[in-house]
């Protein structure tokens, strides 16, 4: 099944389920929580406030070379929409892709989306922890902040 099936299959809406795809086409949902969208809402608002000049959007379905992957919040550039469109998914990772690890994520799940974004073009991903305790990482590894959104905490409250 192609990520257009997925999207447009009236079985899958309005699941409670975040659906992603892995490498083989599969179908993977991870269940949604109220934590978890609270801290997608407040990093969301955080991007916007810190970086006018593009847009923070959630749950944005972007092609990997292991299947489509939604992170749970993205930032991108203006220059990055001029080049890329509203597709969906996006062809390429946007500047910065963030996740919020869920009850049902393992950090080394986290560790291969974060491979797999950077491989599809992203400049940062960040990683938010069950207690809102960010990470930032580049392509050389953990960052002390981010380099693109300097002011963002390092906690969510």
């Not at 892995?22 to 929580?33: F, K, L, T």
Request: proline share 6%; glycine share 6%; net charge negative.
């Amino acid at each position: 099944m192609d990520w257009a099936e997925i999207v447009d299959n009236p079985h899958l809406k309005d699941l409670p389920f975040k659906i992603e795809q892995d490498r083989y086409g599969n179908i993977v949902m991870s269940p949604a929580n109220y934590r978890h969208g609270y801290y997608q809402s407040r990093i969301s608002a955080g991007l916007i406030g810190l970086l006018p000049l593009g847009r923070a959007v959630v749950e944005c379905s972007v092609q990997t070379s292991e299947g489509v992957k939604v992170p749970d919040v993205v930032w991108h550039s203006d220059d990055y929409l001029k080049a890329h469109g509203e597709k969906t998914p996006l062809p390429a990772a946007p500047e910065i892709c963030v996740e919020v690890l869920s009850p049902s994520n393992s950090w080394v799940e986290m560790e291969e989306k974060r491979s797999l974004y950077f491989e599809a073009g992203a400049t940062e991903v960040w990683v938010c922890d069950k207690d809102g305790r960010m990470a930032f990482y580049d392509r050389s590894g953990e960052l002390e902040q981010s380099v693109i959104a300097t002011d963002f905490p390092r906690e969510i409250e």
